[in-house]
C-alpha cells in the first residue's frame, strides 16, 4: 500500500443491532489505522434501512446509494426491523439494492486465529485457523429482485433430483472483483469493468 493512502467508507449502521454494533466497529477501525500507520480512513455515515423508511419514506435514499458508489468501500451494519415493513408486507431491505447495483457475487469473510488471544474452538489445531470464508449472495429473495438483463449469471441444467444445478457465470470472478478492499466487516464487494 503506498504511504499517505486514505480510504472513503461510506457506513450504513442501519438498524437495531446494526446501530449498537457499528461505534465499536469503527473504533476498532480506528485503532487499527493509528497502530499501523501509513493510511487514513475517512468515514461518512450515509442514511438507510427500516429506520431511516419508518422516517422518511425511502430506506435506500438515492444520494447514499450515489455516495456509497463514490466510496472506496461500504461498511454495512444490520438492516431491517420486524415490524416495519412496506404497504405490501414485504421486508425493508436495503441491502439487497445494494447487492443488484453493485453486482455484489459474494461476500468474503477471512478468519484468522491471532496469536495471544483466545480462540473459539478448545481444539488445539483452531490455534492456526486461516482461511477466507466465501458466501454466496445469491438467495432466492436476492433472485426474485434481479431483473434477467442484469443478471451475470445463469442456472444450468439440474443433474437429476434433489442434486444442485451448475452455477455458470457471465464474468470471470477473478478478474470481476475488488475483494482486497471491499471484504470483511460485512463491507460490500463491487465489480470492476
Given at each position: 500500500m503506498p504511504q499517505n493512502s486514505s480510504f472513503r467508507i461510506a457506513v450504513m449502521p442501519g438498524d437495531g443491532i446494526g446501530t449498537e454494533i457499528m461505534p465499536p466497529c469503527l473504533e476498532i477501525l480506528r485503532r487499527v489505522q493509528d497502530?499501523?500507520?501509513g493510511f487514513g480512513l475517512?468515514?461518512?455515515?450515509?442514511?438507510?434501512?427500516?429506520?431511516?423508511?419508518?422516517e422518511t419514506g425511502t430506506a435506500l435514499p438515492e444520494d447514499s446509494l450515489r455516495r456509497a458508489g463514490e466510496a472506496d468501500a461500504v461498511l454495512l451494519g444490520a438492516m431491517g426491523l420486524p415490524s416495519?415493513?412496506?404497504?405490501?408486507?414485504?421486508e425493508i431491505a436495503p441491502q439487497l439494492d445494494l447487492r443488484e447495483t453493485f453486482e455484489l457475487f459474494a461476500g468474503l469473510r477471512?478468519?484468522?486465529?491471532?496469536?495471544?488471544?483466545?480462540?473459539?474452538?478448545a481444539d488445539?489445531?483452531?490455534?492456526d485457523l486461516d482461511f477466507v470464508l466465501i458466501r454466496?449472495?445469491?438467495?432466492?429473495?436476492?433472485?426474485?429482485?434481479?431483473?434477467?438483463?442484469?443478471?451475470?449469471?445463469?442456472?444450468?441444467?439440474a443433474r437429476?433430483?434433489?442434486?444442485?444445478?451448475?452455477?455458470r457465470t457471465g464474468r470471470n470472478p477473478a478478474k470481476s472483483s475488488k475483494v482486497s478492499r471491499k471484504s470483511s466487516c460485512g463491507a460490500i464487494s463491487r465489480p470492476s469493468g
Open positions: 497502530q499501523i500507520g475517512d468515514f461518512e455515515e450515509l442514511p438507510a434501512g427500516a429506520d431511516h423508511y419508518r416495519v415493513r412496506y404497504p405490501d408486507g414485504r477471512p478468519v484468522r486465529s491471532l496469536p495471544g488471544l483466545p480462540g473459539p474452538l488445539t489445531r483452531a490455534q454466496a449472495a445469491k438467495s432466492p429473495s436476492v433472485d426474485s429482485r434481479i431483473s434477467t438483463k442484469s443478471r451475470s449469471w445463469a442456472r444450468g441444467s437429476g433430483p434433489g442434486r444442485p444445478g451448475r452455477l
